[in-house]
Structures are given as structure tokens and as C-alpha cells.
């Protein structure tokens, strides 16, 4: 079965401090992905994806990932977090192609920043 | 355009109780999507729609049932409510895959419910 692991249950840091969070997927198949983050009381929002192409993506807010196929992962990265980082942050898979809909979300990595 | 919307956003219910859940969109996707957000959970698929008069299950279908007549609207509905079903329910839609072009899906504000 397709699966979704995100390393980290909880992740406390301090403001300028560097982020990285964990996302590991079990799919036999070439892949879409996806980080999402929700922000205190609303809803997910999408920071970036990867269909194909250059392993790296930038999303939005300084976000980025990094695809690396031989070990089915898709870490986030922010080099420098913000008080206005503190949510949880979704990593979710899907199979890439035609006919494909189903997101296979991560448990989710709520992250807290200390001012 | 409004993107998605949800009504209610919270709702309590004895359990036993029948309630609809609302969601629509205004992107003329014709994809669309229901998940459930349980703490320690993520999100996790009740049940989608390629287009209207199609429905499909995803992962945790029981006791929610759905229809689709038309492209906008995709309604959740509760048959008899339990206290597991208590959660936040998100709706989420996007275009109908082509070809190598994907879509991102957009999700709702989601609605809040207790089942008592």
C-alpha cells in the first residue's frame, strides 16, 4: 500500500534557526509531491510540489525541496525560520499520469517557532 | 472567483443524526474531493469525484455517502452520525489531469464537527 512518513511528530526552533523536515513515501511508480502547510485555524495551503524536472524546487516564503529518488524522499528546507513559520506542515504523494487523483497525505510535522 | 467554499464551518450532532456537508467550487474543476483531519492523522481521502455523475471511494468511506450532479457542487453527507466521525472535513478540488500537465488541488476552509 502507498504510504507517506514524515519524520517528525513536533519540531521546536528558534527564530533565524535552520529547518529541515523529514518526508519519506513507499509508491511503486513515478511520482507527483506535494508539502502543504496549515496555519493556526485555516486551511492547507500549498508551498510547493515537484512533477518533474529539476530535483530542487523553490515554493513560496523561502520555502524549498529537494527530490531524491534513490531515497524516496522530499525534505523541506528553510534557511532561516520566522515566528510566522509556526503551523503544520503536510507532506503528500500522488502517482504521477492520467487518471491518477488520490493524495496520500503524511501524518503532519507541527513546527513552533520561539521568538 | 470565490474558490471554495464550505458550509457550515462547525456543526454539533447527536449521534444518529443525518447532516450534508457543502463544499463548492467556481473554477469549473472537474475534479473534487473530500478528506477528514484527525489529530496525529493528516488528511486522509473519504471519497472523490472525476466529474458530475461520477463518484468514487477513497480510504475511509464508511458511513459518508456522496453524489455529484452538477460540476460545482459535491456534497458529504453523514448517514447516521457516530462520535468517530468527529472531525474537521476539508473539501479540496482541481482540473481534470491531462497528459503530463497535473493540477494542484485547492482546499476549502473546512467544517468543524462534533458528533456527541
Known amino acids: 500500500a502507498q504510504s507517506v512518513s514524515q519524520h517528525n511528530h513536533h519540531v521546536i526552533l528558534s527564530e533565524a534557526a535552520s529547518l529541515e523536515l523529514g518526508c519519506n513515501y513507499s509508491?511503486?511508480?513515478?511520482?507527483?509531491l506535494f508539502w502543504y502547510v496549515q496555519y493556526p485555524g485555516q486551511h492547507l495551503q500549498l508551498l510547493l510540489k515537484?512533477?518533474?524536472?529539476?530535483?530542487l524546487v523553490k515554493g513560496i516564503k523561502g520555502f524549498e525541496a529537494e527530490f531524491i529518488k534513490s531515497k524516496f524522499s522530499f525534505n523541506l528546507r528553510k534557511p532561516s525560520v520566522q515566528w510566522s513559520d509556526t503551523a503544520e506542515y503536510f507532506c503528500?504523494?500522488?502517482?504521477?499520469?492520467?487518471?491518477?487523483?488520490?493524495?496520500?497525505f503524511g501524518k503532519g510535522t507541527k513546527l513552533s517557532v520561539i521568538p | 472567483n470565490a474558490g471554495v467554499t464550505q458550509t457550515p464551518k462547525f456543526q454539533v450532532l447527536k449521534t444518529g443524526q443525518s447532516m450534508t456537508l457543502q463544499c463548492a467550487q467556481d473554477?469549473?474543476?472537474?475534479?473534487m474531493s473530500w478528506y477528514r483531519q484527525d489529530p496525529g492523522m493528516g488528511l486522509r481521502l473519504i471519497h472523490y469525484?472525476?466529474?458530475?455523475?461520477?463518484?468514487d471511494q477513497g480510504e475511509v468511506p464508511n458511513g459518508y455517502n456522496v453524489s455529484r450532479s452538477t460540476t460545482e457542487d459535491f456534497p458529504l453527507r453523514l448517514l447516521s452520525a457516530a462520535p468517530s466521525q468527529t472531525s474537521v472535513y476539508f473539501c479540496?478540488?482541481?482540473?481534470?489531469?491531462?497528459?503530463?500537465?497535473?493540477?494542484?488541488?485547492?482546499f476549502g476552509p473546512g467544517t468543524r464537527l462534533l458528533v456527541l
Open positions: 469525484s472525476v466529474g458530475a455523475g461520477i463518484t
Open positions: 515537484y512533477f518533474s524536472g529539476d530535483p
Open positions: 503528500a504523494v500522488k502517482l504521477a499520469g492520467a487518471g491518477s487523483y488520490q493524495l496520500t
Open positions: 509508491y511503486g511508480g513515478t511520482v507527483n
Open positions: 473554477m469549473n474543476h472537474e475534479y
Open positions: 479540496a478540488s482541481s482540473r481534470t489531469i491531462t497528459g503530463d500537465f497535473e493540477e494542484t488541488q485547492y
